[in-house]
């Protein structure tokens, strides 16, 4: 069973418009998560984190919000760019920082010029 | 600093041949994570490594898949033998229990058997 959902596989937005990925949990013990972002022939790259001890975190036009209660969070790129256009992947760990992070099966983000 | 290194980038072999990847950490990262990703699955947890010593390998498929940490620095997964469902893009990544930002990760390498 995935602990880690990424529900829309693929996702097209419009340059300049606002791109919402989205990632869902089941692991009430999760407290820190991760977007990575990846790119063809590339390996991930971490893109931005949230603490379980906030409920969002901001990062010039990335920002991830956080809501505990319903085990959910998002990555709102704005605006979006067509660089934007990649794999990202939501990545949550139990244990803090640096270890066992549970990754989702990721969105394929496409920015249309 | 170089980053976590994978080779080879691109390996094809046939059914049954051995395949050895290879992973070298970045300097001064002590935890070792192998993922494979394919189209259906996403990302794998392999097999993860603390200095040196593999603390969890429950996501190694079965016995036909090994890996081994034999520095600080490098590591190996090994695919013997190798069958056409192990055709994926294989990726090591390197972190530190002191830093914020998650794993860092290679380029991969993608391995497909004929």
């Known amino acids: 069973d995935q602990q880690v959902k990424q529900n829309s596989p693929s996702l097209s937005v419009q340059e300049g418009r606002i791109s919402i990925l989205n990632c869902d949990y089941t692991n009430s013990m999760f407290d820190y998560f991760l977007w990575y972002k990846k790119y063809p022939a590339e390996g991930p790259t971490f893109l931005i984190s949230i603490s379980s001890i906030k409920d969002k975190n901001e990062d010039g036009r990335f920002t991830v919000f956080l809501n505990k209660s319903a085990k959910h969070l998002s990555l709102h790129i704005v605006p979006s760019q067509p660089g934007d256009s990649a794999v990202y992947f939501c990545a949550a760990s139990a244990q803090g920082y640096g270890q066992n992070f549970v990754f989702g099966p990721g969105t394929r983000l496409s920015v249309l010029p | 600093d170089a980053g976590v290194i994978q080779s080879p980038r691109h390996e094809v072999t046939e059914m049954g041949q051995e395949v050895t990847l290879r992973c070298k950490l970045i300097?001064?990262?002590?935890?070792l994570f192998w993922y494979r990703q394919t189209m259906m699955r996403g990302l794998e947890l392999l097999i993860y490594?603390?200095?040196?010593?593999?603390?969890?390998d429950s996501g190694m498929p079965e016995d036909r898949f090994s890996a081994k940490m034999p520095n600080a620095s490098f590591s190996t997964l090994k695919i013997q033998p190798s069958e056409p469902r192990d055709s994926a893009v294989y990726f090591c990544?390197?972190?530190?229990?002191?830093?914020?930002?998650?794993?860092?990760f290679g380029s991969g390498t993608r391995l497909t058997v004929v």
């Open positions: 300097s001064g990262h002590n935890s």
């Open positions: 490594f603390n200095n040196n010593v593999p603390i969890d």
């Open positions: 990544a390197s972190s530190s229990l002191r830093g914020p930002y998650g794993y860092t």
